[in-house]
């Protein structure tokens, strides 16, 4: 592992803290907003009362406490769990396009929650949680099974190519099953993404996977690193390449599955972070993951309270938002072009 750790230290940044704190202002910054505004807007001396005495019954506690409060922390929750699966993609794939949502992950996450809305009706957190993981699975068996080679791994083009045949289809199969069941109420806001559902009891049943799922990813960080600079490479150094590629995949599917039964469907999220992190931090996935975590939690939480604010009391969908800055980053890392 001598070579590997030179491969991984010779292009160390100096600064890496520098970009820690500087998320962490934005953080503490989006969540103290968070908690102030949105439909009604809230003073410090308000905020700071509810906190300190969050079991009083209020009309205040109940949209603090019970309302805002957890919907922040499935910001938190989401935006570091798809921007992470996203940089996790990225690296095993040694593809810098890739996403979770862009490649139809979180559409086959999404058939199943229909399919599971149209046979059962209303479902409890973790049947919505198991539907998600399935669906995902089953998605992301047909998107690699597709693009994988032989002898090449996974072309980018492949990769991209069948991806978007697999979000295609089952979003396409997703709004055929909303309209032969008339599903459309139960299910438009899980397509256009948005928290505003999220309470305490979901965040309980969901939440531990998606922090099991960053700890796991955590630990194979140094895999993932080695996996990123070649196959062959990789297999050089001692790596079993396919073993690795699959335990990070079903990372991949948890993390995704348990954002997706939070927020519904969401893209772009998974491609932008780990590109910023990775403008100011070393290719070392011992720090880019955890960095690239916090920086989608920052985001998403500040993403979410945006989409309270420009036209309140109703909510701008979390996907319009993002996609506004998404969509151009998408187009640029196509034109540039550059490998991971």
């Given amino acids: 592992m001598k070579e590997a750790n030179f491969l991984i230290q010779k292009n160390k940044p100096s600064r890496p803290w520098l970009v820690f704190f500087s ?5 503490i910054l989006g969540c103290y907003l968070s908690l102030r505004f949105g439909a009604v807007a809230y003073t410090n001396q308000q905020v700071f009362s509810v906190l300190r005495a969050p079991l009083t019954d209020s009309n205040l506690q109940d949209v603090i406490f019970d309302l805002r409060l957890p919907r922040i922390l499935a910001a938190i929750l989401v935006g570091a769990a798809m921007a992470q699966s996203g940089s996790i993609i990225q690296g095993g794939t040694r593809n810098p396009i890739a996403d979770p949502g862009l490649l139809g992950i979180n559409a086959g996450a999404g058939l199943a929650l229909i399919a599971g809305y149209a046979i059962f009706g209303s479902m409890h957190y973790s049947m919505t949680l198991l539907l998600c993981l399935i669906g995902a699975s089953l998605s992301a068996c047909l998107i690699f099974g597709i693009s994988y080679h032989p002898q090449k791994g996974y072309q980018q083009t492949r990769l991209i190519l069948a991806g978007a045949m697999i979000s295609t289809l089952f979003s396409s199969l997703g709004q055929a099953f909303s309209l032969y069941f008339d599903l459309s109420k139960a299910v438009i806001g899980w397509q256009a993404g948005g928290l505003a559902q999220t309470n305490w009891k979901m965040l309980a049943i969901i939440a531990p996977f998606i922090l099991i799922g ?12 080695i996996l990123c600079l070649d196959e062959t490479v990789a297999k050089a150094l001692g790596q079993k390449t396919l073993a690795t590629s699959i335990g990070l995949l079903s990372i991949v599917l948890i993390l995704s599955a348990a ?18 992190i990775k403008l100011f931090v070393a290719k070392d996935y011992r720090i880019i993951l955890p960095l690239t975590a916090f920086a989608g939690a920052t985001f998403m939480v500040w993403v979410d309270l945006l989409s309270r604010v420009i036209n309140p009391p109703a909510e701008t969908p979390l996907s319009a938002i993002i996609s506004i800055v998404g969509l151009p ?3 640029w890392l196509v034109r540039k072009g550059e490998n991971l």
């Fill in 329 to 331: 980053c998408f187009l």
């Fill in 214 to 225: 960053l700890v796991l990813a955590q630990l194979m960080a140094h895999q993932l690193t």
């Fill in 23 to 27: 998320i962490a202002i934005l953080f």
């Fill in 259 to 276: 954002a997706v039964a939070l927020v519904g469907s969401l893209a772009f999220l998974g491609l932008i972070i780990p590109h910023f």
